[in-house]
């Protein structure tokens, strides 16, 4: 058995698909489900569900009407190596719509909450030096996008 994330959907559940396996290694779509007959959120014929992978973790896209919008409540984390790959992804879901936040939470343009993080802020804001850990957690709490060079002057107390 394999738990599957559902992520909810208003008409545009395929390019969203689309979208998130483009920019996500280990990603690919699947197959889709279409309407036999008319449902609550769908016309016969209309697409209702693809699945898909994004870090070949198993995804549903459900054209479910505009119901149930995407909150904050739920949020995926994005563990990038780097700060370069920080700022690509970052790049990448704040355009076209995208929102940031702080502390490297974001939305897509499809409303879908992101954290872009590092297992570096680790180091930072767990470490064993508690003034610099609480430095560096006030430096996350001034930025959107992490700054991982600005963490660690935080905690270094540069």
Same mark, same amino acid.
């Given at each position: 058995?394999?738990?599957?994330?559902?992520?909810?959907?208003?008409?545009?559940?395929? /390019? +969203?698909?689309? &979208?998130?396996?483009?920019?996500?290694?280990? $990603?690919? @779509?699947?197959?889709? !489900?279409?309407?036999? %007959?008319?449902?609550?959120?769908?016309?016969?014929?209309?697409?209702?569900?693809?699945?898909?992978?994004?870090?070949?973790?198993?995804?549903?896209?459900?054209?479910?009407?505009?119901?149930?919008?995407?909150? /904050? +409540?739920?949020? &995926?984390?994005?563990?990038?190596?780097?700060? $370069?790959? @920080?700022?690509?992804? !970052?790049?990448?879901? %704040?355009?076209?719509?995208?929102?940031?936040?702080?502390?490297?939470?974001?939305?897509?343009?499809?409303?879908?909450?992101?954290?872009?993080?590092?297992?570096?802020?680790?180091?930072?804001?767990?470490?064993?030096?508690?003034?610099?850990?609480?430095?560096?957690?006030?430096?996350?709490?001034?930025?959107?996008?992490?700054?991982?060079?600005?963490?660690?002057?935080?905690?270094?107390?540069?």
């Amino acid at each position: 058995m394999k738990l599957t994330t559902c992520l909810w959907f208003d008409g545009n559940a395929r /390019e +969203a698909a689309n &979208f998130y396996t483009s920019i996500f290694p280990d $990603s690919s @779509i699947a197959d889709n !489900w279409i309407a036999p %007959t008319d449902t609550p959120g769908n016309k016969q014929g209309e697409e209702i569900v693809v699945n898909f992978k994004i870090f070949g973790h198993d995804f549903i896209a459900l054209n479910g009407g505009p119901q149930f919008p995407h909150s /904050e +409540a739920v949020s &995926f984390q994005i563990p990038c190596k780097d700060q $370069s790959e @920080i700022d690509h992804y !970052w790049e990448i879901l %704040t355009k076209d719509g995208g929102q940031e936040s702080q502390c490297g939470w974001l939305k897509d343009k499809f409303g879908v909450s992101w954290q872009v993080i590092s297992a570096e802020m680790n180091h930072y804001l767990g470490g064993p030096d508690s003034a610099g850990a609480q430095r560096a957690t006030q430096a996350m709490l001034g930025m959107r996008k992490i700054d991982l060079a600005a963490m660690k002057s935080a905690y270094e107390g540069k």
